[in-house]
């Protein structure tokens, strides 16, 4: 009788266990309900701009701070994605720093992103490790997002999972 009761609770364990990283996994890779007009953001002049003017392309949205080597790592492989889908794609790089740094780094390096600076602290995103990147479709609906580096190849395969 013990062994049939351990071998039931460990049953139920293992079962209980794979629906809840199955749950995890989809629910960290798809936020259903965000898009883009969530964003509330500024140029860096200041000035709040709508990123819902870019629906009917893709936006490719990478949220990244001045400091982290991981963010400034992947910045050579956007630019080069972003070269390659011209203006077919728009890549927007968020930042909630303040938007004389934004602008410092960005006047400083060759890549030829949007910068902007996030009017909320990126946690309100739930964005809680740099870089995250999220890819939202043409209606500007969030298709997925990524957490880490993103290289050339994996970046252009995310693109093109998105209809455009």
């Known amino acids: 009788m013990n062994r049939l009761f351990l071998k039931k609770v460990c049953i139920t364990t293992s079962i209980l266990l794979l629906l809840a990283v199955s749950f995890t996994i989809s629910s960290c890779n798809q936020m259903s309900g965000v898009s883009l007009d969530d ?11 709508t990123l819902a003017s870019h629906l009917g392309k893709p936006v490719i949205v990478n949220f990244w701070e001045t400091s982290s ?3 400034i790592q992947e910045f050579p492989d956007f630019e080069k994605i972003k070269q390659h889908y011209k203006d077919k794609v728009v890549f927007v790089m968020i930042s909630d720093e303040d938007r004389v740094r934004i602008g410092s780094f960005a006047s400083s390096r060759p890549f030829t992103f949007s910068y902007v600076k996030s009017e909320k602290e990126l946690s309100e995103y739930e964005i809680h490790s740099r870089p ?7 209606e500007g609906a ?11 190849e994996e970046l252009k395969v995310l693109i093109e999972e998105i209809k455009y």
């Open 39 to 49: 964003l509330k953001v500024q140029n860096l002049n200041g000035d709040r701009i």
């Open 142 to 152: 969030l298709v997925t997002k990524k957490t880490g580096v993103i290289d050339a």
């Open 132 to 138: 995250t990147t999220w890819f939202i479709d043409t």
């Open 69 to 71: 080597a991981s963010c």
